[in-house]
């Protein structure tokens, strides 16, 4: 944490909470809505204890390596790495339908004021998505480059932007369009935006 690398590794970080994104289509078909808070506290902290777990074990086992996919290190023979590249593939054939999905909801939702504005639009869509997504894993296998601007950038606009903004347009109409009163809300969360632009720019910053 304290190398110069640090920026690296808070994009990664904001991409594992990039779930903000897709709360909101999954709690919408909560079968008792009355626990929404309470299980997306749970929800956090499992995924913070997961990853936590999964990253300490990977750094005191592999610290000392430069490779951005630890996979790399054991040879196409090891019956391990096989299991655990298996594992992947069904992880991404149970994972990415479900991204589209959510993806779907958003984009056509904010563009037609529909959820499925049709199978050929949906088509099209789901068309693009896979095609671009394969193209940068052919043409551009960093991952590591891919995950920290991607969580950086995306990160910057979910994460501290939208809530902030939100938060802050919300209060100002509580205060009767108003911004008196309001300077030690708009210093913290100023404050807040500049830490997300930072990590932007730090993606940038050899």
Known sequence: LGTPHFTKLAGILSLSFFIHNVILPILKHQRHP???????????????????VIGAVGFLAYNNLTTEDFLYVFSTTNVGAIVARLSLLFQLFSVFPLLLCIMRIQFFGLLWDSQYPGATHVAVFNLVCMASSTLV???????GDILRF?????????????PISVHLIKMYRK????????????????????????????????
């Open 175 to 206: 205060n009767n369009h108003s911004f008196s009163g309001m300077l030690p809300q708009l210093v913290g969360h100023g404050a807040l935006c500049l830490v997300g632009v930072a990590l932007v720019v730090g993606q940038f910053v050899q």
């Open 137 to 143: 894993a052919i043409y551009y296998p960093h991952i």
């Open 150 to 162: 991607t969580g950086a950038i995306g990160g910057f606009i979910y994460i501290y932007m939208l």
């Open 34 to 52: 009355e626990h929404n808070s309470r299980d997306l506290a749970v929800a956090y902290l499992l995924v913070a204890a997961s990853y936590g």
